[in-house]
């Protein structure tokens, strides 16, 4: 990890504690379940301290950035919770430099994850659910299946994202669901 402490001032200029704490504990999580499973340790962190990294910012900005780089109208007209992750790849690229595809991805898809998730994909998409400081229903469930089967987690933490989303009468993105068809029907 080239510059650590820069990297680390520059994302918590952009967050409050709460979420910066959350930051800490995903780019941990992240490193452990990477090694656990066999992805790139120094990725993981690293995609962990960058995944939340507009998390805070004003939609307006990031509605600005999104538009310019044409992303789709779906994801323009759907749940703004949704643009922190693609507005984060982006902004992460151009103002920081981070140039590894497979880091953009991870940062891309940490909350609707895809179909065909790489292995960092599932390792940051996982750990942003079971990091210490996260509290939910069934976070126990998920962070015990992350012991053994990283799918199986996964499968679990996205079945739990979609089914809160129905009781909350939210939409559900289309990518969100595919991500979850994949794994289950990968199932053995
Ligand atoms: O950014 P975090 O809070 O750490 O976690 P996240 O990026 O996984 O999720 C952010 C929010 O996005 C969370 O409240 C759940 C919501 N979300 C995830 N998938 C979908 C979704 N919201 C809608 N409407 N549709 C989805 O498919
Ligand atoms: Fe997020
Ligand atoms: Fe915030
Ligand atoms: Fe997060």
Redesign the pocket.
């Known amino acids: 990890l080239v510059d650590r402490e820069a990297l680390l001032a520059k994302v918590r200029a952009q967050m409050h504690d709460k979420r910066y704490r959350?930051t800490l504990g995903v780019a941990e999580s992240a490193r452990r379940l990477a090694e656990r499973f066999g992805a790139d340790p120094d990725k993981a962190e690293l995609a962990g301290y960058l995944h939340?990294y507009c998390?805070c910012w004003p939609v307006e900005k990031m509605r600005d950035i999104l538009v310019r780089h044409d992303m789709p109208r779906e994801l323009l007209e759907?749940?703004k919770?949704?643009w922190?992750?693609f507005a984060g790849a982006i902004v992460i690229q151009t103002e920081l430099g981070v140039s590894d595809p497979e880091i953009l991805q991870a940062v891309r898809y940490?909350?609707?994850g895809r179909p065909g998730m790489s292995l960092l994909e599932k390792v940051v998409c996982v750990a942003?659910y079971i990091e210490p400081n996260r509290d939910f229903p069934g976070v126990e469930m998920i962070r015990a299946l992350a012991e053994q089967d990283l799918d199986e987690a996964l499968a679990c933490a996205l079945g739990g994202?979609i089914q809160h989303?129905i009781e909350k009468r939210?939409?559900?993105?289309p990518l969100?669901l595919l991500a979850y068809n994949d794994l289950v029907s990968r199932r053995d």
């Open positions: 959350h939340d998390k759907g749940e919770e949704l922190h992750a940490h909350t609707t942003d994202t989303l939210k939409t559900v993105y969100t």
